[in-house]
């Protein structure tokens, strides 16, 4: 079984520029989810995806970052524009609907660094 | 405020050595409770736990939940330095959102 796929991996920009991170799910998984996380510090959750749905937004600086799931397969993220700040590595997961029991399966994440 | 603490946030220790990682929590609507090991940067699972008083066992990592005292640990024995990474608690509470704790960083040195 393939994991969750991500690109870039890293991604170097300056302050007020936007930037775009890509993620492919694991087949067949139905929530999706971004977190952000900063060196230190454990992941926070951004946004999270039920099919093309959004269940959880509520931690997403709405002001400056978007995400999407069209199809309810594949989702991007977006930054616009980026603050010093947003330097982190940007973690998506996929799980499927079990219950009440949520396994996430995380992709290998995309590094930012915002100078 | 939901929150996920972890205990040592660094730790440094010898080959062999056995570990004790901690993770208290205070969230509403708790699920289960999941261990994951993050060694570059993609976290990888470890256990899940729904139960009070009942240990997982995975070679020589274990974990237990105590729901009494809001909980866990994470045992390793026989350290390796393949074990150096970070290990991260979190906790699942309804919607299948995840709360994160900081983090312990381990270091296994031969």
């Known amino acids: 079984e393939a994991g969750v796929a991500q690109s870039p991996r890293y991604k170097i920009i300056e302050k007020r520029q936007s930037v775009a991170f890509w993620c492919n799910p694991i087949s067949g998984h139905a929530t999706l989810y971004w977190y952000q996380q900063i060196l230190g510090q454990g992941p926070k959750l951004l946004i999270q995806f039920q099919n093309n749905g959004v269940v959880d937004d509520s931690q997403l600086p709405k002001d400056r970052f978007s995400a999407e799931r069209l199809k309810g397969v594949d989702s991007t993220l977006k930054i616009q524009p980026a603050k010093l700040e947003d330097s982190a590595v940007y973690l998506c997961?996929?799980?499927?609907?079990?219950?009440?029991?949520?396994?996430?399966?995380f992709g290998p994440g995309t590094r930012l660094t915002v100078l | 405020e939901d929150k996920v603490v972890q205990s040592p946030l660094s730790l440094v220790v010898h080959e062999g050595d056995t570990v004790t990682l901690n993770c208290s929590y205070e969230?509403?609507?708790?699920?289960?409770l999941l261990w994951y090991k993050q060694e570059k940067k993609a976290p990888t699972f470890l256990f899940m736990l729904t139960s009070s008083g009942i240990e997982k066992k995975s070679g020589r990592l274990s974990s237990i939940l105590d729901k009494k005292e809001l909980s866990s640990i994470l045992n390793i024995t026989a350290t390796q330095t393949g074990d150096s990474a970070i290990y991260l608690c979190?906790?699942?509470?309804?919607?299948?959102?995840?709360?994160f704790g900081q983090g312990t960083r381990l270091t296994i040195n031969p």
């Open positions: 979190a906790v699942s509470q309804g919607a299948q959102k995840l709360v």
């Open positions: 997961a996929s799980s499927t609907v079990r219950g009440p029991y949520n396994e996430q399966f």
């Open positions: 969230v509403t609507n708790f699920r289960s």
